[in-house]
């Protein structure tokens, strides 16, 4: 079996394990972050977040599609760490490695870590702010991304107790904005899906559908 093989059974398994896991495990449903950036949100202490994350443009194609299986652990009340894994056929990087602290003492809560942290030891760290108000949550941050520092915002609102809604903005020709949609479909499983689009409009929109399960 080839190695293009390898990893489309590997996107298979990464999809069954979501779903048996959803099926046997009681859990809160949860999503520790926009559809692009980071949020000061954190998977609670003891608990897990998996999915399976698929990126693609229209019309799908193999070249066009990303497929990734993500990780996060609630280590303490105040940090989560996970592992991410790319299963795309073009990716240069398999696994990658990110990690997030949250100082929630005061009235807004202050996160910070890294992302995409993969073998070469290159990163991509962040800081943000989450304050909320009766209409919503407004989150402020900054990144480091490719040597270059970017600020981003975003917004979500839940909309009732299964659905909530939000978008982001990151600053810079070379990044992203977006919009998405939340929807608990029980205690232990969520869909996130939405779409993001280049800042420069020189690429396609990109269709972006996670399928979240917690416990």
Known sequence: MDSRNDWKLMRGLAAAVVFILAACCPAFCCYSGFLVVPSTDLVSQGQYSVEVQNDLLLPVRSQTSSTFFNTQFGVTKDVEAGLDFDMSDTSDSRMIGNFKYRY???????????SSLNGSFKSIPYI??????????????????QSRDRWYAGF???????????????????????????????????ILAGAE???????????????????
């Open 197 to 215: 689009f280049p800042n420069d409009g020189s690429t396609n929109t990109i269709y972006s559908v996670h399928l979240v399960m917690c416990g």
């Open 128 to 145: 943000c702010m989450g304050p909320s108000f009766s209409f919503g949550r407004i989150t402020f941050g900054a990144i480091r991304n």
């Open 156 to 190: 979500d609102r839940a909309i009732s107790s299964k659905l909530t809604l939000m978008a982001d903005y990151t600053s810079g020709k070379d990044n992203l904005s977006s919009v998405a949609v939340n929807l608990a479909l029980s205690e232990s499983f969520s």
């Open 104 to 114: 929630s003492a005061g009235s807004v809560p202050v996160a910070a870590g890294i």
